[in-house]
């Protein structure tokens, strides 16, 4: 009899101790089936991480087109125009392109020459018909501006000639002022009609033509663009 009572205990204890073995077991399953599935999680999420680092230093890296132009600076004596070559990035629209093109001639020479427009000065507007570009620069343009006959003719015609340089076909340009036309850039040379293009103002002989220039302006205050070319032709300046 006490032979079977001590089995009998024996094989409560023993399914006891297997219950609690097998509970045993599933929390061990558990916990490694939880750490498979939290490892692939980490893993996943940090090559996901890695794949938008790549996705985004490509787009850092991506190269720009440009394009190489040629604009016009004052002569650091202040007697004339002279080319300097700047890579500007490349754009859809002619009228982007001319206005992105004005920009860097108001931020001024890389190259020691003087700045031919003042730096305050925004492009508004640019817009092109046929060969004329119409150009409406805000009123710092004239605000800032030195004035004097010599240095609005040298503003003007870098304008015109980096225009007419880097788009061929554009053989006029009209400045506007806060959207209007202005009689003189700031009461000497005259911008109520589109401008032409003038190399010849790139070369140093320019200096000639300036005092040619003062003789006229010490009969008029307002200078045409024209009567300054007429002048100079007879005084045998090219």
């Given amino acids: 009899m006490k032979v079977l009572i001590w089995l ?30 939290l490892g692939y999680g980490t893993s996943w999420y940090l090559q996901q991480g890695q794949n938008s680092t790549a996705e985004v230093r490509v787009a850092i ?9 040629q604009l016009y600076f004052v002569s ?20 982007d392109c001319i206005k992105n093109l004005l920009i860097h001639l108001i931020d001024g020479s890389e190259h020691g020459n003087l700045a031919v427009l003042p730096k305050e000065t925004k492009v508004l507007n640019v817009e092109v018909e046929n060969d004329l570009v119409r150009v409406d620069f805000s009123r710092q343009l004239v605000d800032f501006h030195p004035g004097g006959s010599l ?19 554009v053989r006029q340009v009209q400045i506007l002022v806060e959207g209007e036309v202005r009689q003189t850039l700031k009461g000497h040379v005259r911008i109520d009609q589109p401008i032409y293009a003038n190399f010849s103002y790139n070369e140093p002989p320019l ?11 010490n009969q008029s205050d307002e200078l045409t663009i024209e009567t300054l070319i007429q002048n100079s032709d007879s005084s045998g300046v090219k």
Wanted: proline residues 6%; glycine residues 4%.
């Fill in 8 to 37: 009998n205990r024996f094989r409560l204890v023993a399914t006891i101790e297997e219950g609690a073995m097998n509970k045993l077991l599933m929390g061990l399953l558990l916990v490694l089936l939880t750490g498979v599935l």
């Fill in 151 to 169: 240095t609005e003719l040298l503003s003007i015609y870098s304008i015109a000639n980096s225009l007419s340089e880097n788009f061929p076909y």
């Fill in 61 to 69: 890296t991506k190269e720009i087109p440009v394009w190489e132009t």
């Fill in 76 to 95: 650091p004596e202040g007697a004339f125009l002279l080319p300097e070559t700047r890579d500007i990035p490349m754009c859809d629209a002619d009228r």
């Fill in 207 to 217: 200096t000639v033509e300036y005092s040619a220039a003062e003789e006229i302006n």
